[in-house]
């Protein structure tokens, strides 16, 4: 059986003539222990098959609880739907093209997009999180993992043909930079009823929290990218009760609640969660 290193190397020499120093933006060649740059800027491989890029110290409050909590539920089907519009929209893609997932978490989506969903194409996520990302490594068949900034990622100018963006933040100056010219941004927001139950349940007396908007989001990206489509999508989700603790802790939703207002929401078992969340494609400008 491979070990994730291998399987890590696989990947990026597949990829590695996309890919560039995010120090001093030349290209990397493949070493023993990972990628060197023409400046020998090295960037090792780790056991695990992932790469640290980041150039200074970055936190992360996702943690492996919460993102544990997070992969059951995506792994019960909470973003089923999702995923299939995601994929609809990947149909064309082919297995010579770059996918790479911002703010991948666990990595369970980009996952299912590669197995239960069979998207094409050579397949990189990354997030801030390094729990994240060591969890990712799971899936390191499917895909190569690294912790990275999406500020400054390790890619070449017009090298990507498909970013997605699943709520996370964006840095449209870096993503228009990266994106080839007819390259697709896939951007997923939360509307206003997305894991209502949840927001009720932890903030039942405060009714700015339990309101929410991303318009603002949204006017960034029509206003930084140019729009070719979007579409809302709305549905629940059925809650088992042997799930409930894991949707009470899949999300940051809970972290500004009291103490008594945890344990109210942990006695009051709710049987649906919505998703509602707003689908963007856009071009860079």
Known sequence: MKKKKEYAFD????????????????????????????????????????????????????DKEMLLHRRKMIQKGLY?????????????????????????????????????????????????????????????EEAFWFIGDVTNMPFKSESIDVLLNIFSPSHYEEM?????????????????????????????????????????????????????EEKHLTYDFLVEEEDFQDVLKMSPIHWGASETAKQRAHDNYFQKLTVDVKILVGKKQ
């Open 11 to 62: 990947h990026l020499g597949q990829s590695i003539n996309a890919m560039e120093c995010p120090k001093c933006h030349t290209s990397f060649e493949l070493s023993q222990s990972g990628l060197v740059c023409q400046n020998n800027h090295q960037f090792d491989v780790s056991k695990k098959g992932t790469v640290h890029f980041p150039l200074h110290h970055m936190d992360s409050d996702y």
């Open 80 to 140: 089923e739907p999702l995923e299939t519009e995601i994929a609809k929209l990947l149909f064309s893609v082919s297995q010579d093209e770059l996918i790479i997932d911002m703010g991948a978490g666990e990595g369970s989506i980009l996952e299912r997009l590669a197995t239960s969903h069979h998207v094409e194409g050579h397949k990189m996520g990354f997030d801030l999180s390094k729990d994240g990302v060591l969890l990712s490594s799971d899936f390191s």
């Open 176 to 228: 228009s930079r990266v994106l080839k010219k007819d390259g697709l941004v896939i951007k997923v927001i939360p509307e206003s009823y997305y894991l209502k139950q949840l927001r009720e349940a932890f903030y039942y007396d405060d009714e700015d929290k339990k309101e929410y908007s991303n318009e603002k989001v949204y006017q960034k990206f029509i206003k930084d990218m140019t729009l070719v």
